[in-house]
Each structure stands twice: as C-alpha cells, then as structure tokens.
C-alpha cells in the first residue's frame, strides 16, 4: 500500500472512532478520542517516534534529530458534530507519513519533528476552540476548566476522567526555545484549489475576524392599520445593513461579510418589527482593510437607525487579529511545491485553525490540500489519494529544503 492510501485508510478507521455510531462525532475526552489515541499512538510509534500524551489529552510524539532544533508538525484529532473524515486528523495522518518515510530510510534530519495531534479545536464539547494548541502554548485560561458540558460535566471533570490532571496543565507549556517552526497540514474548506485545478496550496495568512452584534430598536404596531410613513420598522432597517454588508465585501477582494444571525421581535405576521438583533462576521487577512470596511458598515448602520428614527445598539462580541504565515516558511513550502511539479499558490485561509494559536510562540506555516468542492464540518468531506500523496511529497520535500537553524 502507498504511503497515500495508507492516510486515507487511517482516515477511515479514524472516523469509525464516533460518539454516534451513524456518523463522526469525536468530542474532547471521549470515548471515541480514547480509541483514537490507541490507534494514532501506534501509527506514530511505528514511524519510530516516541510518544507522550500531556494532561489536556494532546498526543505528542518525536522523531529526533541529530542537532539542537526541533519542527512542530500538526493538527487536531476532535471534531464537530456530524463531521467528515479529513477536517483535522488528515494533517496528522500526513505528518505521520512524512516521519515514517524518514524511518523507513532510515534518515535523521539537522533537526528534531514533533507530531501534535491536537485534544480539541473545533470546541464542540465545551464551546471553546483550540483548547489543545492553546495548553501547548500555556495560554489557557484556568477559567475555562470551570466550564460545563451538555450534561453538566466540567472541564477539569472530563480532563481527569480521560486520564490527565487539570492542575498540571501549566507545566505542559512547550518552551518556545529551540523551535524551527510550525507547519500544519489541512483540507481547504474552500473551493479556490479546485477552481484552480491544483492539488495543494501555501496559506499566506490567516484571516482576521471581528463580529459584532447591532440592536435596532423601533417600535411595533399593527400591520395594518400604521400607515407605510408612520413606521419605525426595525427589520426594514436591518435589511439595509444586511445588503450594506454583502455590498462592502465587494469592495475589497478577498474580503468576506456575513449577517448569520438575525432575530425578529415579536415575530408576528400581523406585526411590524418593534425589534432586530443580528449579527456580522467581518474577515480579511490584512487587519486594517477588515477595520476599515467594519467601521464603514457600523456608520452606515448607525445613518440608517437615524434616517429611519430608531435606536441603535453595538455590541462588539469577539476580534481577533489575522495571522501571517512566517515568510521564511511560506518560501520553503514554495519551493517543495514547486519540486513536486505543480504550480505553487498563495492563498488566504477565512477559518480558524490550531496555527493560529501556534503563531504566539513561533513561525506558522500552512499548506491546504483540495477537497471536493469546498466542503467541510460535513460528512460529504471528500479528498483524493493523489492529492494526498502530492501533499506527503510537499511535505517531504520541505522537510529536507529546512534549514537546520
Ligand atoms: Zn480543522
């Protein structure tokens, strides 16, 4: 079997490792990421890697090499509800492939690999994300260990129950010292690589992303006896923001603008909306065009609360800054791109990833394979074994273009 075929088997089995058996749940701590560890343990130990895993339920394992330094490979192991095979174990399974092939031949690097196969990204048990990058970097928050899940189980509950203790996870920060880099390997979750008839491409960042909630407040009324020009309509209003967003990304390529929520008070046919709460998720990777288009949108929203006589409410509700991918990382995956044959692209990645946290303690680096369609968080998740093999030959390749120091 080739190395290819190998990761997609594994991808397989790995996704038979669910809460629910019709389809892939793998929630922080469970069950279903207690037999993942089994099998994944296996697999790196057989890449003649040593293994470890740390109090918050990262597996770590290391190949070592001959000096000083060491490269992070990685990506998480947990999933969404209802998910599909590839959206985090695939960086893993390609990384592991990547140190057996070295095994194999039995070759030593310049430099040390550490495989991270992350505890929890998506945060679907506790409502957190990268809570397994974020225990590796030592930016937890001990706060968050207080948090209940759906049954009312804490944090530090379920950390001990799988096997690690949530007052030691301060010792299991990874010194930065030493660190080459960190390069994680992922699906796409966008349709650009397809469109492009490419089977892999090199993230140049990471967007930044602001949401914010805005309250329009008018007043309600009957729907048929206020007259057309007597109404404060708070949905009619929210409408105009709604069409401003989707316009303002036009504006800026690459830009993305989404009204994901929105609700209707009362919610009555016969009502005129007294009051709306929606949202917008503004992303760009370059922080000053996404705030500038941001604060366009907020006073173009607060023009029309005043045009339309209705109160206004902004409530930010999370910023993050984007993240760029180190240069010096972003060249070397280029050229093994451009080794294996295929055109290499650059392009900006609109979703979270582990890298992100990554990014706090040293250079990230990101190379995307093409998935069918753009899709993901979604059991029709698809990738090719060709496209695979391309990746575990990028990575190869990268791995012997790094520099030692
Ligand atoms: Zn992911």
Redesign the pocket.
């Known amino acids: 079997m080739s190395a290819a075929e190998t990761v997609m088997q594994r991808c397989d089995v790995l996704g038979a490792c669910t809460e629910e058996p019709s389809s892939i749940t793998r929630p922080f701590a469970s069950d279903a990421m207690r037999s993942a560890h089994v099998y994944v343990s296996e697999w790196m130990r057989a890449a003649g890697m040593t293994v470890a895993r740390d109090n918050i339920g990262n597996l770590r394992a290391r190949y070592d090499g001959t000096g000083e330094t060491t490269l992070l490979l990685g990506?998480?192991l947990d999933s969404v509800r209802d998910a599909g095979r590839y959206?985090?174990p695939l960086?893993v399974m390609v990384a592991i492939a990547a140190v057996q092939r070295l095994h194999d031949e039995g070759k030593r690097l310049g430099f040390g690999i550490e495989v991270l196969a992350f505890a929890d990204?998506?945060g679907l048990r506790f409502g957190t994300t990268y809570l397994g990058s974020r225990a590796f970097a030592g930016r937890l928050d001990p706060n968050d260990l207080e948090r209940a899940d759906s049954t009312g189980v804490s944090m530090a509950e379920a950390i001990r129950a799988f096997g690690g203790d949530p007052a030691r996870i301060g010792q299991d920060r990874r010194p930065a010292e030493n660190l080459l880099g960190y390069v994680e390997v992922?699906?796409e979750?966008g349709p650009v690589l397809e469109a492009q008839g490419l089977p892999v491409g090199i993230v140049s960042a990471i967007a930044g992303q602001a949401r914010i909630e805005i309250v329009f407040a008018g007043e309600a009324g009957h729907a048929g006896t206020v007259p057309m020009d007597r109404r404060r309509d708070a949905l009619t209003a929210a409408s105009e923001v709604v069409l401003a967003a989707e316009a303002a990304a036009t504006t800026e390529e690459a830009l993305v603008a989404t009204v994901g929520k929105l609700e209707v008070e009362p919610g009555v046919a016969n009502v005129i909306p007294g009051r709306v709460t929606f949202t917008i998720d503004v992303r760009h990777g370059d922080d000053a065009i996404r705030s500038r288009v941001s604060e366009a949108l907020l006073s173009r929203a607060r023009d029309i609360a005043r045009r339309r006589k209705l109160a206004i409410e902004v409530r930010p509700i999370s910023e993050n800054a984007a993240v760029r991918c180190a240069p010096r990382l972003i060249g070397l995956l280029t050229q093994a791109v451009r080794d294996c044959g295929q055109r290499p692209l650059q392009l900006t990645c609109g979703?979270g990833?582990?890298a992100v946290v990554m990014s706090s303690m040293t250079d990230v680096g990101m190379l995307f394979i093409r998935c069918k369609g753009g899709v993901?968080h979604n059991p029709a998740e698809s990738v090719t074994t060709q496209d695979v093999s391309t990746a575990i030959d990028v990575l190869g390749r990268f791995l012997e273009l790094l520099p030692t120091k």
Do not use: F, Y
Request: proline share 0%; hydrophobic share 15%; glycine share 14%.
């Open positions: 990506s998480h959206d985090g960086g990204e998506e992922h699906i979750q979703a990833h582990d993901s």
